[in-house]
């Protein structure tokens, strides 16, 4: 699911959904449903809307009910700051509607935001309509860039603003994070190939899968690195023991160390740290004890000596 414009969601199926009260859009028009009287009302015919989502519009001080909506007289209606407004996004165009009262505002679109895949739309109620885009972030929180359009699709003013707050790591930063806290090689993999990928491209950020992946390797591939790089030598030590020792399945150990990592390592040390080991009295290797014979010289190990305190059943 995208978010081209606050507060709906995108559905690749072409039936977009909006709430309060509930309307959807399809390729054949914008309709809105009536739940109680079990109706759906075309008010809309167009059928190249984008993505459409309810927003928020101010009431001035005085309202009347055919600006508010609603035919019958409501106590305390003019108290309310805030009304919703249905707003449809098309490929030039931002509609909004008043879905009550099936009054719309068309807003042109300037050609240099056509293309942005993520706007935050807020009707000002006096003919204009102000927009919110995300431009990255600063060091210390987010751009934003506001536009204020009219019903001609001027520009009437644009605001850039730096915005304290939140600022969310870079890919390089998360993944240097990632081999701090999990220097796993299967972990690593899996967010280099998986998850980091199909995330630049379920935000827009990237258009393929094959773009995304390249560019995730391009600012991770230094973490990556120092991760298979402990791994190769904790799998390292991994043979060493195993040959040092006479371990059986070397490689089945070495592969599975090698994919976890530090945690794989320590796993393998934790299995095998109480095994009996001691010399051999023919070859004088240091071998396992838990077996007949010894690894290295396959001579079969004497009997312990007897202490004579032995107690036998």
Known sequence: LVPP???????????????????????????????RARTITAFDETSDALSMAMIEEPLPRQVSNKLV???EEISGETLRKTVSRLAVRHSDHITVWNTLTKEKFVYPLPERLRG???????????????????????????????????????????????????VAPSLRDKAWQLAEIAPVPAACGFAELVAGPFSLVNEHKEPTYLSALRHQWQQTWPACVAVLVISALAAACTWRWHKQYFRSQPLTWVAFVFLLG????????????????????????????????????????????????????
Request: charged share 25%; with cysteine; hydrophobic share 40%.
């Open 262 to 313: 530090v945690p794989g390592l320590l796993a393998y040390w934790l299995n095998f740290r109480q095994l009996p080991m001691g010399a051999c009295s023919h070859c004088g290797m240091e071998v396992p004890r838990n077996r007949e014979a010894c690894a290295k010289c396959a001579e079969v190990f004497p009997e312990p000596k007897l202490l004579g305190t032995e107690i036998f059943a």
């Open 5 to 35: 414009i606050k507060g709906k969601w995108f559905f690749p199926e072409g039936i977009f959904w909006a709430e309060e009260p509930p309307c959807f859009s399809t390729t054949r028009g914008t309709f809105s449903v009536d739940l």
């Open 69 to 71: 909506g609603i035919e």
């Open 116 to 166: 942005e895949s993520d706007l935050r739309v807020l009707s000002l109620g006096n003919g204009q309509l102000l927009i919110s885009i995300n431009r990255g972030y600063w060091e210390r929180g987010s751009r934003q860039e506001l536009v204020w359009l009219d019903e001609t699709g001027k520009e009437l003013r644009l605001e850039k603003l730096e915005l304290l707050g939140y």
